[in-house]
């Protein structure tokens, strides 16, 4: 059974705090994605990683680091959290390369649901 | 313009009756293409994939695409209340690797 996993379903920040989110995947996948998803605004690309200490930016990087030590872990780090990072996190993993089988294709954790006061 | 489009709703059924989801893609060179269900707080989850032109189903669930009008559909025959939620259309260009993900479709089903 596949599994990402995330480090908090819930969390709540203050504004100006460091903030590190983390994710596990158990599939050895090549791929790892952060998401943030919003009312209205559907899911957004932050970042992703297709190797490990690989990362290419998404159409929302700005506030955001990632870091890919390992093949499994994928964090995404708020360096100063502001309140308009106010948001569901996703992440997510997949093959390299998504081929005609079921089961290639991007998986979800349960999302951590940040809140910056 | 967003790489997939959905109408955002949100759109109604009773139970029983055949439930209609839509989505308009940009990229000519998307292969694969994905509807995830999502309920209100949980995470997104795969219920129908398609690569080939035409129709495919499973269970209740049918997907339809039509690449020469960049075009792909979820039907869901015999709505059930339980099916009540976001439902997201994605594809995926190998040129890319990139998911892409439309802004998603609410629907509920009425008892």
């Known amino acids: 059974d596949v599994k990402v996993t995330q480090s908090s379903r819930y969390l709540v920040k203050r504004t100006g705090e460091k903030v590190f989110l983390e994710c596990v995947q158990d599939?050895?996948?090549?791929?790892m994605f952060w998401y943030r998803q919003d009312p209205g605004l559907g899911l957004r690309l932050i970042y992703f990683s297709y190797d490990v200490k690989m990362k290419e930016k998404g159409d929302i990087p700005e506030g955001y680091s990632v870091s890919r030590e390992k093949k499994e872990r994928f964090s995404l780090i708020l360096e100063s959290a502001s309140t308009n990072q106010t948001s569901m996190y996703l992440c997510a993993s997949s093959t390299l390369t998504v081929t005609r089988d079921s089961t290639d294709t991007q998986y979800f954790g349960p999302g951590t649901r940040l809140t910056v006061l | 313009q967003k790489e997939v489009e959905q109408n955002s709703g949100p759109l109604s059924v009773p139970e029983g009756a055949i439930a209609s989801l839509n989505c308009t893609y940009s990229?000519?060179?998307?292969?694969?293409f994905f509807w995830y269900r999502q309920y209100s707080g949980k995470s997104p989850e795969l219920i129908m994939f398609i690569y080939s032109n035409g129709d495919k189903e499973d269970g209740r669930f049918t997907a339809q695409l039509n690449k020469a009008s960049q075009y792909v559909s979820l039907l869901i025959r015999d709505s059930q209340p339980s099916d009540s939620a976001t439902y997201l259309c994605?594809?995926?260009?190998?040129?890319?690797?990139?998911?892409?993900f439309g802004t998603g479709t609410s629907l509920t089903v009425i008892p």
């Open positions: 990229d000519r060179g998307s292969q694969s």
């Open positions: 599939m050895d996948h090549e791929n």
């Open positions: 994605a594809s995926y260009s190998n040129t890319g690797n990139q998911f892409y």
